[in-house]
């Protein structure tokens, strides 16, 4: 099974890929990887490629972290898998006590599940439930914004907003308050980012206004909406977004799951509005990308809207198979432990500078209409137009041509449409953010050149 053309032709045989068109496999092979060390992976044929979207957002400490992969092997000789239910195991019960210590007071209960969707889901029935069962029966509902993405089951996508991944299931959806988005490159109030006062939470309020009596919850994704189009909004919003979200007796949920472990440049990214949600989310980096695991934590007085005598069936019933899997939870306990002891969040301000820096180099691009960063993520938005801030069509795949032209140079970009972002392991040193962003700002070029 070694020679790389059987294998790909075997994949392609067999495997049905993700947010893929298999099509575009006539023409395009899939880069088959082989192995991983730090920020860079290696494909079966010895190419090496900076890894600059952590795996899909996961990894956050490199890839085949010593003290990690210890950790699974520790774990593998002990148990590898057993039920949560009736049952606990020690990485499980270090891990929960570990996050409601780092997280604010008014979160105390861990609940895990396996993947970012399911935390999304448990977050909805146990905000849904927590209603029924403490008197506010008429709260069935939810808000969510525009351009947010929360998974790819179906309560995730019902309160999703991205019309290509989100449109053609509608008829199979439940029904939810949108809002508009905090877009302050395209503001849907017209406004300047500057000069505005946060006028699109307007959006927000005007819901609640109307419809509080019906509002279980609103979810969104803090700081950034990532899968949207890595849109970046100020702590601001989300700080008044809490103080609404009390005055009307909605739930917040916080889906932390692309942007919780480090990503905005703190443990966790409501922590720059200086908020406590009422329930968080937390997937992707909590294994330093390692397994699937995640958690959805609870405040105590949503935890006890459940707690009473077994015979009044207010239990949360919602488990799955590998919830909170040993594995899974012992590499997170690592994850964690190295977050403290290597001072991780300390050690990325001066990478989140050279990076700000470096993107600096995309102005001189008359295709580059927004540059936008926060934390160590950073993205820019390519559009036809700088003046009018027209973007590329769909079909011209602007985005994707860039995409090629990267992997050349040595870089694995996935851009989102016309938007390329950076999201790279924390362990990219200085002088590799500044090739990755040499790496991107050529291949932009080149890209635009060919297809113009
Ligand atoms: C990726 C993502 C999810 C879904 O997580 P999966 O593990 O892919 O199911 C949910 N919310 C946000 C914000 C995400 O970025």
Known sequence: MN?????????????????????????????????????????IEG?????????????????????????????????????????????????????????????????YSDNGSTAVEVALKMAYQYCQQ??????????????????????????????????????????????ESPYCYRCP??????????????????????????????????????????????????????????????LLIDDEVAMGFGRTGKMFAFEHAQIAPD???????????????????????????FYDDYEKLKTFFHGHSFTGNPLAASVAVENLKIFEEEKIIESLQPKIEVLSKNLEKFRELNCVGDIRQTGMVAAVEIVKNRQTKEPY??????????????????AILRPLGSVIYFMPPYVITEDEIEQLVDIAVDSVKSALCRSS
Request: net charge positive; proline share 4%; glycine share 8%.
């Open 279 to 305: 329930l968080v989310c937390l997937a992707k980096g909590i294994t330093g990308g390692y397994l699937p695991l995640a958690v959805t934590m609870a405040t105590d007085e949503i935890y006890r809207a």
């Open 134 to 179: 403490s008197g506010k029966t008429k709260k069935e509902k939810f808000v969510a914004l525009k351009n947010s993405y929360h998974g790819d089951t179906i309560g995730a996508v019902s309160v999703g907003g991205v019309d290509v991944y989100h449109k053609i299931y509608k008829p199979m959806l439940f029904e939810v308050f949108q809002a």
């Open 393 to 410: 069509k769909f079909e011209e795949r602007i985005g994707h041509k860039i995409y090629k032209q990267a992997l050349k140079r040595g």
């Open 189 to 250: 109030m017209g406004k300047q980012k500057e000069t505005c006062d946060i006028e699109c939470l307007g959006s927000v309020e005007g819901i609640f206004k109307k419809h509080h009596g019906e509002i279980a919850g609103i979810i969104v994704e803090p700081l950034i909406q990532a899968a949207g189009g890595m849109i970046i909004y100020p702590a601001e919003y989300l700080k008044r977004l809490k103080k609404l979200c009390e005055e009307y007796g909605v």
């Open 3 to 43: 020679n790389p053309m059987e294998l790909i032709n075997k994949d392609i045989n067999y495997i049905w890929h993700p947010f893929t068109q298999m099509k575009d496999y006539e023409t395009e092979a899939p880069l088959i990887i082989d192995r991983g060390k730090g920020l860079y992976i290696w494909d």
């Open 47 to 111: 190419n090496k490629y900076i890894d600059a979207i952590s795996s899909w957002w996961v990894n956050v400490l490199g890839h085949s972290h010593p003290r990690l992969n210890d950790a699974i092997k520790r774990q593998l000789e002990k148990i590898e898998h057993v039920l949560l239910a009736g049952f606990s195991h020690v990485p499980a019960i270090e891990l929960a006590e570990k996050l409601v210590q780092i997280t604010p007071k008014e979160l105390t209960k861990v609940f």
